[in-house]
């Protein structure tokens, strides 16, 4: 946890870079106004809150009333603070795994949950995205819409064809990755890989005995939705930012512009997307190189951009932070069986 403590001051480095080249001033992050700003940030609470309340939804479906429905919110929205200091924004799951090991889940149970929870939330911003890169294709924008819509792809389809394959196939690791840890852990390597395998074994069954039934797809269809609406809130905050600007910008393009930076930032080159995303954002609603920092002046209003970030990424790694303290990583008595 020190270290990712350590890394936030680093996301701010091309923040600093964008505002020295285009002479942003803190007076000009600030005209956006108390209002725009709150707003923002109030639209990238619900999203995250949204994920929470769709994970605690899931859980209690698949495991009764074992926890707070509030608490296994908390601990889903806290868990986000390990994907914004993470490049591709990964290792949420983690926790939530942790967490629900220490309620005294079983494993595979665990997992089946974290990857409900997952595979919906990539599936519905994939989906998204994926839309983004088509209009920037229709538009013109070719190296915007390859850069979107390959990482969109590969990553949306890697999960789902993962996903639905689980019912039907047995996943086992990779007889060379086996050997390989083997070969560099001796004994204690392939004890970790047998317990591996019994692990993907155990959740590749909970696939097969859940993914076909009514129940799982109703939860499926539900969650999905829930990520689709929680995405679209995350999309208009860049809407109401840019409102206390002055740069006018409808819902819909709001969401695609945010949508299509958010794919340009799950590339494994920043901690939190920190720099793709702010020229993602200018790259998608101008037709620019979003590698290119040489972008004219006036085509969207900086002073939003750097504002929609600090809203939409600063201020929620604070709270996501706090909660991930105080509920995901406090102490908890497993429940006598």
């Known amino acids: 946890?020190?270290?990712?403590?350590?890394?936030?001051?680093?996301?701010?480095?091309?923040?600093?870079?964008?505002?020295?080249?285009?002479?942003?001033?803190?007076?000009?992050?600030?005209?956006?106004?108390?209002?725009?700003?709150?707003?923002?940030?109030?639209?990238?609470?619900?999203?995250?809150?949204?994920?929470?309340?769709?994970?605690?939804?899931?859980?209690?479906?698949?495991?009764?009333?074992?926890?707070?429905?509030?608490?296994?919110?908390?601990?889903?929205?806290?868990?986000?603070?390990?994907?914004?200091?993470?490049?591709?924004?990964?290792?949420?799951?983690?926790?939530?795994?942790?967490?629900?090991?220490?309620?005294?889940?079983?494993?595979?149970?665990?997992?089946?949950?974290?990857?409900?929870?997952?595979?919906?939330?990539?599936?519905?911003?994939?989906?998204?995205?994926?839309?983004?890169?088509?209009?920037?294709?229709?538009?013109?924008?070719?190296?915007?819409?390859?850069?979107?819509?390959?990482?969109?792809?590969?990553?949306?389809?890697?999960?789902?064809?993962?996903?639905?394959?689980?019912?039907?196939?047995?996943?086992?690791?990779?007889?060379?990755?086996?050997?390989?840890?083997?070969?560099?852990?001796?004994a204690k390597g392939s004890k970790y890989i047998d317990k591996t395998n019994i692990w993907m074994e155990e959740v590749c069954t909970m696939s097969k005995e859940n993914l076909k039934t009514s129940e799982s797809k109703k939860i499926f269809t539900i969650s999905f939705f829930f990520s689709l609406v929680s995405w679209s809130f995350y999309g208009i905050s860049f809407m109401i930012i840019a409102m206390g600007t002055g740069y006018v910008i409808n819902a819909f393009d709001s969401i695609m512009a945010v949508m299509g930076a958010n794919a340009i930032g799950n590339l494994p080159i920043t901690v939190g997307g920190s720099g793709l995303a702010e020229f993602g954002i200018v790259a998608y609603l101008n037709n620019l190189n979003p590698f290119d920092f040489d972008i004219p002046k006036g085509v969207v209003a900086w002073d939003a951009v750097i504002g929609w970030r600090i809203a939409t990424y600063y201020v929620p790694i604070v709270v996501t932070w706090l909660l991930l303290v105080k509920l995901a990583l406090s102490r908890i008595s497993k429940p006598q069986t």
């Open 1 to 186: 946890m020190n270290w990712r403590l350590v890394i936030v001051p680093v996301t701010l480095i091309p923040i600093f870079v964008i505002a020295i080249q285009f002479d942003i001033q803190l007076e000009d992050v600030l005209a956006i106004g108390f209002f725009p700003f709150l707003g923002a940030v109030i639209a990238m609470m619900i999203k995250l809150g949204l994920q929470g309340i769709k994970f605690a939804y899931i859980a209690r479906k698949y495991l009764g009333s074992f926890d707070s429905f509030w608490k296994l919110t908390g601990v889903r929205v806290g868990s986000e603070f390990i994907k914004f200091t993470t490049p591709m924004f990964v290792g949420a799951e983690f926790i939530v795994l942790y967490y629900l090991h220490k309620k005294g889940i079983k494993a595979s149970k665990s997992a089946w949950i974290a990857i409900m929870d997952i595979v919906t939330e990539v599936f519905a911003a994939g989906l998204l995205s994926i839309i983004a890169g088509i209009i920037a294709l229709m538009n013109g924008a070719y190296l915007v819409a390859a850069i979107i819509l390959a990482t969109s792809i590969v990553v949306t389809s890697l999960w789902l064809v993962m996903f639905f394959l689980s019912s039907v196939h047995m996943f086992q690791v990779p007889k060379v990755l086996a050997n390989l840890v083997i070969k560099l852990g001796k």
